[in-house]
């Protein structure tokens, strides 16, 4: 008689394996890693972080959960992941910023508001403040990621006192932005023309990150 999956039965049930699957029962080819991540950020953008599931996330890859483990550790870790994916278009802050100084905050507000206007990037970013702003552990996620990759790369860049707390002040302003106009869609900040907000953000900007 065969074994049922709960272990009923004539014979021992067979217990589950733990940490990597067999080999034979999973791709683990060189993609395998990029197409968890993929299916990672397509969960946690259309399912928010609180429903999405290390199983769920295997399911949609077409792998085994213990394969999500091996790669990724925790839950927490694979939005981590996903968080870097999404922000990596905002790594390059650094290089918008430059050593010239002089028109940084036109030239923050125009870049920051041209990766949220890409339906591509869009897209997932929202799903990763949304689930910042309803569950601590994704939050935590996203503020370590941010003063780690984000802020101390702008505030590098800078010659004001506080650096820190002055690029901290400009990310505080566009965050806000970008909820109200992108996550809330509150109007007219919804509608309006993205030149004209970078018309009336970028002084202040300016201000925040080069004026002592």
């Given at each position: 008689?065969?074994d049922s999956p709960?272990g009923?039965g004539?014979?021992p049930?067979?217990p589950?394996?733990r940490?990597r699957?067999?080999?034979?029962?999973?791709d683990?080819?060189?993609?395998?890693?990029?197409r968890i991540?993929?299916?990672?950020?397509?969960e946690?953008?259309?399912?928010?972080y609180?429903k999405?599931s290390?199983?769920?996330?295997?399911?949609?890859a077409g792998?085994d959960?213990?394969?999500?483990?091996?790669y990724?550790?925790?839950k927490?870790?694979v939005?981590?992941?996903?968080?870097?994916v999404?922000?990596e278009?905002?790594?390059?802050l650094?290089?918008v910023?430059g050593h010239?100084?002089?028109?940084?905050?036109?030239?923050l507000a125009?870049?920051?508001?041209?990766v949220?206007e890409?339906p591509?990037t869009?897209?997932p970013?929202?799903?990763?403040?949304?689930s910042?702003?309803?569950?601590?552990?994704?939050?935590?996620?996203?503020?370590g990621f941010?003063?780690r990759?984000?802020?101390?790369?702008v505030a590098a860049?800078l010659?004001?006192?506080d650096?820190r707390f002055?690029?901290e002040l400009?990310?505080?302003?566009?965050?806000g932005i970008?909820i109200?106009?992108y996550?809330l869609?509150?109007?007219?900040?919804?509608?309006?023309d993205?030149?004209?907000?970078?018309?009336?953000?970028?002084?202040?900007l300016q201000?925040?990150?080069t004026e002592?």
């Open positions: 008689m065969t709960g009923t004539t014979g049930a067979a589950r394996r940490g699957p067999p080999r034979a029962s999973v683990t080819g060189p993609g395998t890693r990029e991540l993929a299916a990672a950020r397509a946690f953008s259309d399912r928010g609180d999405t290390m199983r769920g996330i295997a399911k949609a792998v959960a213990a394969l999500v483990h091996h990724f550790g925790t927490d870790e939005f981590a992941a996903a968080v870097e999404d922000f278009p905002a790594l390059t650094s290089a910023l010239d100084l002089d028109g940084v905050g036109e030239r125009r870049y920051f508001l041209s949220w890409n591509a869009r897209t970013l929202i799903a990763v403040i949304r910042a702003l309803t569950h601590e552990a994704a939050a935590k996620v996203l503020r941010v003063l990759r984000l802020l101390e790369r860049d010659k004001v006192p650096p002055r690029a400009a990310a505080s302003h566009m965050i970008a109200m106009r996550v869609e509150v109007e007219p900040l919804a509608s309006a993205p030149e004209s907000i970078v018309e009336l953000v970028a002084p202040t201000r925040y990150l002592a």
